[in-house]
């Protein structure tokens, strides 16, 4: 089992879209994946055309003493989908108490949910910025994969996200970490100079493939699809297939 953190500082940056079409491209190259919502939004199920009704999800089926993985359902695309569930105020505080109490038991409920797919890949969306959720994902992953925008926001994050990864990998030595450049727009000049800034400054940490803007991700979103499904041919898909190869290449 591998576990890909998709993290970012800031909200915004088409993070849970990215888990999401990422999930299903590397479902392509026949390697099981397990997606995990961990975001109180809980809205990842909706790239996956499940059942918006169900309330249940793993932070669920932790504050009722069941195997967090209990409410993993598998989607019509083959990819298996744990959501977060649908909370109070008041439970989403105590779930995350928990978390900090033992932010050990979120990779423990991962390993038992994969325990029959040594090969797994699991894909953790998290909340932006700092939180209970983050620590818990870092605690149990190999590789942080961090989303960008080609834009001076994104660009003033960066120092945070470093600090991040250092504090991790000085725990955790064997994290990896690698950037992604979302929503990339050849035709502004602005987001072709930040994109070039972010080049220069983030080096062989920055994947060489990055999401282009494309109408179809929307789209695809909006009838409960992967871009892929949607349209296999059009230019985020390429992409997206081509960042399903980089990220299993680094989930061997």
Known sequence: MSVVVVASMKGGVGKTT?????????????RPVLVVDLDPQNSLFLHFGLDGSNRDGL???????????APALVSDSGVLCLPYGLLRGEQVARFERLLNEN??????????ACAAEPEAIVLIDTPPGPSPYL????????????VLLAD?????TIPAMEAWVAEWQSQRPGLRAAYVLNQTDASSPLARDV??????????????????RD???GEALAVQQSVIEYDPHCRASLDFRQLAAAVARECP
Request: glycine share 10%; proline share 4%; charged share 20%.
């Open 103 to 112: 932010p050990r038991a979120l990779g423990e409920a991962l390993r038992d």
């Open 152 to 156: 001076g926001g994104s660009y003033a």
């Open 215 to 217: 109408e179809a991700i």
């Open 135 to 146: 620590k818990a994902a870092f605690e149990c992953a190999d590789l942080a994969l961090l």
């Open 18 to 30: 990215t888990t999401a079409n990422l999930a299903f491209a590397l479902s392509r190259l026949g």
């Open 59 to 69: 932070a669920v089926a932790a504050l009722d003493g069941r195997p967090w993985h």
């Open 195 to 212: 994109g070039e800034v972010l080049r220069q400054r983030l080096a062989h940490r920055l994947l060489p493939v990055g999401i282009h």
